[in-house]
């Protein structure tokens, strides 16, 4: 099983800063098979990115994602106040196995 | 637009067997895609349960495989899963998914479309 670790825990930022959030993978993803997902409270995950650097329908473009291999980093350009939330990789090189990092939380500084 | 929701007791018994539901809407299941389950336990992170294909081929977590089933009827609209022997453990909120398409292509990948989940509460 890939087990994907997400860093930094939290991430404390004003708005208008850029947010830079880290997922490595314990063992090459296979044809860069990351998707990132915004996860805000008492609401379900919404996918953002698939494929490593694809942006999901609708998902606003200050959202980008990049990476290969084992190192793959989300990137907010400037955070809107509605962007702080949790925020989850998950990889699909090994499917059928499927899993999860645990998560970055962006809060308001 | 395609839309899921679960359905299902939101309080079941240690060592009885966790049901839930997801009917789709907007959307047939016939068309290729695979769908799937993933829980969340209180304060905590993602976990992929299992998912299933348009024909019933199913793929499960395999730590969890011995008590799981998913199972799909497309002229309902609706995939269901089954957890045997439940336990405190298994609390959380679940929710049904859709995997997305890799270059037109169906499979189990990345989750597109979301239901709101479901708690469910292990206790006796």
């Known amino acids: 099983e890939i087990v994907l670790t997400q860093s930094p825990g939290t991430l404390s930022l004003s708005p208008g800063e850029r947010a830079t959030l880290s997922c490595r993978a314990s063992q090459s993803v296979r044809n860069t098979y990351l998707a990132w997902y915004q996860q805000k409270p008492g609401q379900a995950p919404r996918l953002l990115i698939y494929?490593?650097?694809s942006r999901a329908t609708g998902i606003p473009d200050r959202f980008s994602g990049s990476g290969s291999g084992t190192d793959f980093t989300l990137t907010i350009s400037r955070l809107e106040p509605e962007d702080f939330a949790v925020y989850y990789c998950?990889?699909?090189?090994?499917?059928?196995?499927?899993?999860f990092g645990q998560g970055t939380k962006v809060e308001i500084k | 637009q395609v839309r899921l929701l679960e359905s299902g007791p939101g309080l079941v018994k240690p060592s009885e067997t966790l049901s839930l539901t997801c009917v789709v809407s907007g959307d047939s299941l016939t068309r290729g895609y695979y769908w799937g389950w993933v829980r969340q336990s209180p304060g905590k992170g993602l976990e992929w349960i299992g998912s299933?294909?348009?024909?019933?081929?199913?793929y499960y977590k395999s730590s969890l495989r011995s008590r799981l089933t998913i199972s799909i009827d497309t002229s309902r609209k609706q995939f269901s899963l089954k957890v045997t022997s439940a336990t405190a453990a298994d609390t959380a909120v679940y929710y049904c998914?859709?995997?997305?398409?890799?270059?037109?292509?169906?499979?189990?990948?990345?989750?597109?479309?979301w239901g709101p989940g479901t708690l469910v509460i292990v206790s006796s």
């Open positions: 998914s859709r995997h997305g398409s890799v270059r037109g292509d169906y499979g189990i990948n990345y989750f597109d479309t």
């Open positions: 494929g490593a650097s």
């Open positions: 299933v294909s348009q024909t019933g081929g199913t």
């Open positions: 998950q990889q699909y090189g090994s499917s059928p196995s499927l899993t």
